[in-house]
Nanobody
């Protein structure tokens, strides 16, 4: 099976920086894209940033100019560099790999995968 494991969350003061990492492991054949979502307390999960297999990216308006998504395709890893953090960035951040193709027995299958989430808290 495929697993996504995140790391890098924590508590930071406003204006500070954090870097999140997410590594996909398993019998992976192809990664279509990787993304970061977040879910603030009491709110719905929202897309933060996404990077496609061709390195195109898109960002939520609220993080443009402050967050940067990047990937290491050789390591099946995606990063989210978060700068100039604000209290409203406080949320559980989830890694997502939509349309990931993997080997299951003698067949290939495609599915969406999620990490377990990592807490980011921005507070003085």
């Amino acid at each position: 099976q495929v697993q996504l494991v995140e790391s890098g969350g924590g508590l930071v003061q406003p204006g500070g920086s954090l870097r999140l990492s997410c590594t996909a492991s398993g019998d992976i054949f192809r990664i279509n894209a990787m993304a970061w979502y977040r879910q603030p307390p009491g709110k719905q999960r929202e897309l933060v940033a996404k990077v496609w297999h061709d390195d195109n990216t898109n960002y939520a308006d609220s993080v443009k100019g402050r967050f940067t998504i990047s990937r290491d395709s050789a390591e099946n890893t995606v990063y989210l560099q978060m700068n100039s953090l604000k209290p409203e960035d406080t949320a559980v951040y989830y890694c997502n790999a939509p349309g990931l193709t993997y080997r299951r027995g003698v067949h290939y299958d495609t599915d969406d995968f999620w990490g377990q989430g990592t807490q980011v808290s921005v507070s003085s």
